[in-house]
């Protein structure tokens, strides 16, 4: 691999660039060829709910169930993890094999999965995941 | 990253040696949630678990005082270990034991089994951030153990799900505590932008050549983050609801711990920086004065709205908000003081009178504090009412509560004989430290404490010369409760009597670990190369 | 600066790069007018026109185009935000200062962070606060609208804000130890990872603590009884 020097470090960030682009053209695209290409026709047949769908009863603007929010915290918990976990399995590697640090590392972090291990545990304990 | 030291054995089993404290409480945390597992619906189970887990730390923190090996810095440099923290660290543990023990008297009845555990572990949860906060160093672990002991006090606060009071407390204590967090988070950064460094200890090297306007806010955005957890007046509003709406335990732990461990977090804070003023440093008895200021400002308020409250809890609530206040103006003199207006000359003595009267605060505060509230809590369910009217008459009906209660409050007045009167004597003394600055405050705390005598009598008047037109009849409170308030107000009478041992005594633990000497941070480059010294596998 | 590198921007290796801390830097999004100076020390930069821009050297171009980019959306987002009444639109408003706020910390050359915030904060907490308000109103199309003493002292408070904060910011020397250039080599998530398990270790283990206890705290508010 060559040496090259930092002139700008976001070049790597060029395709994303373009995928992004690429993406919000496509769905703006998309769009505004169907508001002018499309006809546009209602009736009530079209509007009906697509071959074995249910019909809709009341308005979709309600209260949710709170049990959905524990889903959610519990994502956001598992998500913070991973935000955690990724240096850690970079840096993991990186540590000479007979290095002495290697178990302390992996101890802490493995003090670290157990407390959100624990957390979940408990959850599953307290039946929170039941859907009933 | 101080690679050489971490590669030694030795102190990385020392630097958990030396935290043993909240490691017990963490262990305890964890075994508490995973109590259901082999016992479910018991109480004695998790209630056993946690009590020796805090047991277990009250005596890892006390065997800290053994060796001098066991103080210092741990962590490189995240933590500090110091006589000072220890000690709060025991206070803490045992008040925290204290506040098992109202739990049990006042809630256990009411609280479904299976919900202890939960119960427990927010306890000790919120524990865990306080004993860390006072060991803070770092900027970093200040936010963290801030919101460790934050989070399960959102949660505690509004234990009682169906009371409407306790909810509206809780989402007010929750919406208050996140943007005041933000409001904290935002300061740091901006101090960490303008001094490049998370130790407190830098921060205060790098204020003393110079603290620049961004520092400045960042530096007034922090103290906005500890005034909300000392509920110092501009953050104040979410302390008598919550206080009102929680389930009494845990009012008297917000109100004590809690506050206590901002206290001292504040102290080390303030303390770091005074040590490090340079000799004309005027902007550092700037943040003295601003701290002096918020405290003046939070006692006389929480006094004159405590002049109209009836619902004893609210009063205690505003009493506690003055009593941090008084706390603030001691400590801002740790920073006026610690540096001498007009000489140039450290007094570095002056940071411990005033470290060691408000730590003497402290101690005094909690027991006046869960006295007051363990006998508010036996009368309200004696008597079904936290209205002060409804103590009517109840030197008759039960005199020795009636007794015990008017000791605590006359305590937290300030009373001769008790420990509150030393409580503020020793912290007029470290005022007069400051010189006119000083003479201000003490001024502005004697007008409070005569201010305050007023509502800390009127539940008295209502005991004693107040009969009780129903007739209601005499009643015995339960052994355990009054067990406690019988040690707490033998706690005053002792400090009350023995001030200057007990005093001398805080004095001693009012040691706070130095300023170390600051040296550069390495460059970015030696960073790089000792992370590359590591033969990379990926 | 040498620029001894002539791959054109579409050899970059993957897209994921992004992610992969070994990876080698390649310097041609000059194209839109990146530029990893740090705002702060941008004080006299002349603003290139577009033309100059396709055909500059990459390393004189000095308009931070990125940087304007994110300043926009998210300035315009956190200010619909507030004048918003909708408080669906109000979330998803905050989506978009979210995604400003990264874009910041990509060109501040804190690529983790920004992954992070975009992982985090855009993907994990702004569900949490939709899933909020579908839980807590009746109605969730609800119209908020601020009275005009509100709006006074808002405004008031904010103006003062950003006054004072654009007067320190101007009167306080641009540090320079703290905002120095990462090599071209650094490797950023591996020293997270080495700072997180040594000198950070409490901030870290502490962390895990914060977690185990918020989501009993939570459990226990949201649950409906006892189990």
Known sequence: MPSIPAADPFSHYAPIGVLLLMAAAFGLGNLLLTSIIGPSRHGKIKGMVYESGMNPIGSAKRRFNVRFYIVAMSFLVFDVEIVFLYPWAITFPSLAPDSELAPWFLGRMLFFVLTTLIAYAYAWRKGVFRYD | MNLASETRWEDLWGDLWMVMPEVWLVVAMCAVVLAPFIKRRSVALPLGVASAGLMLAVMAALSSFASADAMGTVFTGSLVIDPFSQFFKVLLTLFTLMILGLWILHSRSQTDPADAPDFLCLLLGAAVGMSLMVSATNLLVIFIATETASMPSYALAGFRKRRREGSEGSLKYVLFGSVSSAIMLYGMSLVYGAAGTLSIYGIAAQAAAGISPLMAIGLAAMLAGFAFKLSAVPMHFWCPDVFQGAPIEVTTFLSVASKGAAMCMLLRALAAFAAAAPANGYLFVGIGVAVGILGAVTATWGNLVALHQTNIKRLLAYSSISHAGYMLMAASVAVIAGRSWEGGQHQTGAIQVVVGAVLFYIVVYAFMNLGAFTAATLLAMHTGTEDIRGYAGLSRRSPWLAALMTACLLSLFGMPGLGGFWGKVFLMKSMALAGGAGFALIAVLLFNTLISLYYYLKPVYYMYFVPDEDERPAFLPAGGGLAMLVICVSVLLATGLLPNRIESLARGYATLYPNPVITAPPPLETTVSLLESAPAHD | ?227
């Open chain 3, 1 to 227: 600066m040498a620029i001894s590198c002539t791959q054109p921007w579409w050899s970059a290796r993957s897209p994921i790069g992004f992610l992969d801390p070994s990876r080698e830097r390649h310097y041609s999004l000059a194209l839109i007018g990146l530029d990893p100076i740090h705002p702060l020390q941008h004080k006299a930069a002349p603003v290139p026109t577009l033309a100059q821009l396709m055909t500059a050297d990459p390393a004189q171009q000095g308009a931070p185009l990125l940087f304007y980019a994110c300043a926009t959306l998210t300035c315009l987002s956190a200010w619909a935000i507030v004048f918003s009444q909708n408080i669906v639109r109000m979330s998803v408003y905050l989506l978009l200062t979210l995604m400003g706020a990264a874009g910041f910390y990509l060109m501040l050359q804190a690529e983790f962070l920004a992954a992070v915030q975009l992982i985090v904060y855009a993907g994990g907490t702004l569900i949490l606060i939709v899933f909020g308000i579908m839980l807590t109103n009746k109605n969730p199309e609800m119209q908020l609208r601020a009275t005009p003493m509100e709006l006074g002292l808002g405004a008031l408070v904010g103006v003062g804000l950003a006054a004072l904060l654009i007067l320190a910011l101007v009167h306080t020397p641009t540090p320079g130890q703290g905002f120095t250039a990462v090599p071209a080599d650094y490797q950023q998530v591996r020293a997270i990872g080495r700072s997180l398990l040594s000198e950070n270790l409490v901030p870290f283990e502490l962390a895990a603590v914060l977690l185990l206890v918020v989501m009993v705290g939570a459990a226990y508010m949201a649950r409906r009884r006892a189990g």
